[in-house]
């Protein structure tokens, strides 16, 4: 799947456009076979999620990676950078076939949630090597403060302690851009 995400945010799907992406078009670029492709997904519209997926994971990396990006854009409304992002994420929107009088607050969500989500991680993490943090270790003195709270008061943030101490950022990154294409695609299904 990662080196489908890789193909299809990396401009080959941006040539074509959804159209243009198909499971033997992706299988003769990978020099696969249909089989192996089918084998991680299960049809075209799987392979166009992946495709818009893969979008907003480029946009997460890159900003775990330079922290300074989620910032900078966020302030780069008018230039041809943002511009960019914003043409990209519309036009996997327009793929999922929103309609067009809801694109603006469709890619509004998703480059809020991007930038938002992105940034914070990517800010969390400098934190963390300016302190000299292990990641591990300072997740675990969270649990272990939150299981310490008022059961009658706190009850949820005791009950999801352990799982906080141990989550990917990354996977739970996937799951919110998960989310809000699931929310996408049920609001406008055919």
Known sequence: MATISKW?????????GEPGLTCRRLSERLATGPGTIYGHI??????VDAACSAVPLGMFDAMDTHPWIGSTLAWAVGKSTMVSVLERIGQQVQALGVPPDQHW???????????????QNAANAQVARVREAQRMEFLGAVATAWL???PVRYPFTRSIAVQMSVHDDRADFLVGIDLILAGIESS???
């Open 8 to 16: 299809t945010y990396g401009g080959d799907f941006d040539s074509g």
């Open 148 to 150: 310490q709270l008022d």
């Open 105 to 119: 607050a469709t890619v509004s969500v998703l480059l809020n949630y991007i930038l938002g989500v992105g940034g």
């Open 188 to 190: 406008w299904a055919d």
């Open 42 to 47: 299960a049809n075209k519209d799987d392979l």
